[in-house]
């Protein structure tokens, strides 16, 4: 299963257009809120979670997604179990993707200590030693993706697809969708 945690003030791009592209590949997605099942992103888009961070079972995850967004960063650093979550999924060798302001989490976990990744501009100075790509859309180091923005909330989707269908079955979403980057 693929969790995406959904914080309050989550970026609303970076969370839906992953989980559509997804699951357009036939992969089990959980939208995944912190605290009940109504979560309100960050333009004031609130979407109806599948599951409750409490409801989730550390056993059952392939991915974990961090979308950015301020608020949703914030909360989702401010959460003892999801950041327990994420220490169990990297211990397992768990798939951990993270867009924009997330990858944040992760540099301040030590995650992405001397790997490669990428962030949103400007956010460099807090990702601690990974070694930021600045041209980069999406960078894939290990079990580690990393996103720019919301502008590369397509280019992400799809590389998740890819890392756990394969890139023939991205290419299919790609083509279906009529994305052209």
Known sequence: MVAILLG???????????????????????????EGRSVAGSHGITVQADLTLSEVDPDELEMLVLPGGLGGVAAIRSNLTALALIDQA???????AAICAAPTILARAGILDRRSAVCYPGMEDEMGSAVVDKGASVVVDGHIITG???????DFGLRLVAVLKGANAAEDVRSAVHYHC
């Open 8 to 34: 309050q003030g989550f970026e609303e791009a970076e969370a839906i257009v992953p989980a559509d592209l997804l699951r357009r590949a036939g992969v089990d997605v959980r939208l995944v809120a912190l």
């Open 148 to 154: 720019r923005a919301a502008g590369s909330a397509f």
């Open 90 to 96: 990297y211990a397992r060798g768990v798939y951990l």
